[in-house]
């Protein structure tokens, strides 16, 4: 499998590959890769000759340094696992901040036309101007055909394919369904540093959002919502950030149900001081 720190010799190779007329796809990580990731990655290879798997925990996307710290970096292991798939259909990106940043560690500024203001950009301040450099910082190094982002994280998804028609960057960005656990928790790096006693109660979580759904059906958004706190606040080991059934397109919360509009329940959960993310659409 080869492996590139560097991106002016991994631009060299992909400009190589694509001579011979090959296409190329990519799966952005912050590595600690899961099946969730493997997922994406196969449906890569599908389409594609070549995948480039990128493994970059980006510091401009935290708001918080203490969760920068934690998170897993498990490169050995990451590739380790992408060789269960593939030796010789998968490139690893893995650079340096300063590959990326240079001496400069900082975010560009974006407008997502009010997409990064709702949910996770209303409680994580300047999460997606991170988001939005460090991607298309890479989609411009990789120059990719195809690149697969999973729809745990739906918002980041609507986000980056408002970059990408914003920025005129010839990509096709393909959505790909959440992943689970078998007892329903969407698979994420961070579960794994879950303590056993948070990671008994969180299948709650994917729980509770598939009972709001069918709730939804015959209820309002509002009492939806006010039955989902409430159950919340009968769980002693997971905190409720936030609620919130947003349409698809705008991500702002529902006032009034149409049945000309898609819908799609948000939350974000601290099981401990994890803090987790799922969705589920509603119609």
Request: aromatic share 10%; proline share 3%; charged share 25%.
């Amino acid at each position: 499998m080869k492996k590139f720190h560097n991106r002016t010799e991994l631009s060299y190779h992909i400009d190589a590959i694509k001579a011979k007329g090959k296409s190329i796809g990519f799966v952005p990580t912050m590595g600690a890769l899961h099946n969730g990731h493997l997922s994406l990655v196969n449906k890569g290879l599908s389409q594609n000759d070549i995948v480039v798997v990128s493994i970059f925990v980006n510091p401009t996307q935290f708001n918080n340094q203490e969760d920068l710290v934690k998170y897993p970096r498990t490169l050995d292991a990451d590739v380790s696992l992408l060789k269960t798939v593939s030796d010789t259909t998968i490139i690893v990106y893995a650079p340096l901040v300063e590959d990326i940043y240079g001496g400069n560690i900082k975010s560009q500024s974006f407008n997502f036309d009010g997409l990064e203001r709702e949910m996770e950009g209303a409680f994580r301040d300047g999460h997606f101007d991170g988001v939005g450099t460090i991607v298309k910082r890479l989609l411009e190094i990789v120059k990719p055909d195809y690149a697969y982002f999973g729809e745990k994280d739906f918002q980041q998804l609507q986000i980056i394919i408002k970059l990408v028609e914003l920025h005129h960057i010839p990509v096709k960005i393909i959505g790909c369904a959440i992943y689970r656990a078998e007892d329903g928790l969407a698979m994420s790096s961070r579960n794994e540093i879950l303590t056993q006693e948070h990671r008994d109660a969180v299948p709650f979580i994917y729980k509770t959002l598939k009972t709001a759904k069918v709730k939804f059906g015959t209820k309002s958004a509002q009492s939806v919502t006010e039955w989902v706190e409430k159950q919340f606040k009968q769980q002693p080991l997971l905190e409720l950030e936030y609620f919130s059934i947003a349409d698809t397109k705008t991500l702002k919360p529902v006032k009034r149900k149409s049945t000309k509009k898609t819908y799609r329940a948000f939350v974000a959960v601290y099981a401990g001081d994890i803090r987790l993310i799922d969705n589920i659409a509603l119609n």
